[in-house]
């Protein structure tokens, strides 16, 4: 038996139809005031509708178009949680939020491709992940390291022996 598409749902339903796991979307509820689903005894959650549509946008924001929690905090807070939802169903991307990341001196943004921001537009919203080079006093404590943990690995073996 099929629900109703305006019935509740439960967190389980709603994980599966949205590919995440439970505690991705308890966690969600702690980072995003507009996501409150009902909850009855026990503490069980029903989403309602308008709260699955929610997170069907937030999930997009974040692993579709490579936002980070904050950025997608302020444009809930900009746009609220019907503007943010009716951009997700017309296929539009949400404006950048209006406060922009401060830039450092000699810092080079690298996004992430391990975590998806490789393909998120330079604009998105997606926090870069700031690279230094190296000291040459930090490459020699490197070096220094690594030759340590050579040494371990040799005595490793010759103790296997």
């Not at 339903?13 to 796991?21: I, N, Q, R, S, T």
């Not at 005894?41 to 997170?55: H, V």
């Amino acid at each position: 038996m099929t629900k109703s598409p305006d019935a509740f749902r439960t967190i389980s339903e709603v994980a599966e139809d949205l590919d995440l796991p439970q505690h991705v979307l308890r966690f969600w509820e702690t980072r995003f005031s507009q996501i409150r689903p009902m909850k009855r005894t026990g503490g069980r959650r029903y989403y309602r509708p308008e709260d699955i549509d929610l997170l069907r946008a937030i999930r997009a924001l974040l692993y579709g178009q490579g936002y980070t929690i904050k950025g997608v905090q302020r444009i809930l807070k900009e746009q609220g949680a019907r503007g943010v939802i009716s951009a997700h169903a017309s296929g539009a991307a949400p404006p950048r939020p209006a406060a922009e990341p401060e830039e450092g001196p000699a810092e080079t943004p690298v996004a992430q491709s391990s975590f998806g921001f490789a393909d998120a537009p330079a604009d998105a919203g997606v926090a870069p992940v700031i690279v230094h080079a190296p000291s040459p006093a930090q490459l020699e404590e490197m070096a220094r390291l690594a030759r340590d943990i050579a040494e371990c690995a040799r005595l490793l073996r010759a103790a296997r022996e």
